[in-house]
């Protein structure tokens, strides 16, 4: 390999960059976890746009990044890039996690008062038959019926 690819791939600043992006969304993301375990979803870091930015840019780096660049730098620096890569990868997968957790509550919340306000709003039904009170059939039970 020649001098000018060589230091072609080595960009130092450029994985210095991702190393101090993916710290800076690291602790954005460290700090929703927390504020998710208390239920506190109003205070998110990541709906900031300053992260959300940061996010952005953090992604064309990496899209753009040859791991050729890694394998070239110095070995600390290697070390410092991947430890934080695997501990973004982390974060990522339990705050991932956590959304889905609220998501799937604050869902299930929702649907318990829908079918309570249904069943709430349903009317009483006495045990016997009475001609008087046939109760109507839904348009499913129709299209049941007719095929």
């Known amino acids: 390999m020649s001098t000018a690819n060589t230091a072609k791939l ?3 600043p450029r994985i ?3 190393i101090a992006m993916a710290e800076r969304l ?4 460290e700090s929703d976890i927390a504020e998710l375990k208390n239920g ?4 998110l870091k990541t709906n900031e746009p300053e992260i959300q930015t940061l996010t952005a840019l953090y992604g064309r780096e990496a899209q753009g990044f040859d791991p050729r660049l890694a394998q ?3 070995p600390s ?3 410092r890039f991947v430890a934080i890569t695997a501990k ?3 974060v990522l997968q339990l705050h991932a996690r956590m959304l889905t957790r609220v998501k799937n509550a604050s869902e ?3 649907r318990a008062i829908a079918t309570e306000v249904e069943r709430a709003s349903a009317p009483m039904r006495p045990y016997g038959p009475r001609p008087d009170n046939a109760p109507k059939s839904s348009g499913a039970m129709v299209f049941n019926q007719v095929v």
């Open 72 to 74: 070239s730098a110095p």
């Open 10 to 12: 080595e960009d130092t």
């Open 16 to 18: 210095e960059r991702l």
């Open 26 to 29: 690291i602790v954005a993301l």
């Open 77 to 79: 620096l290697r070390q």
């Open 108 to 110: 299930g919340i929702v």
């Open 40 to 43: 506190r979803t109003a205070a």
């Open 88 to 90: 973004f990868r982390e």
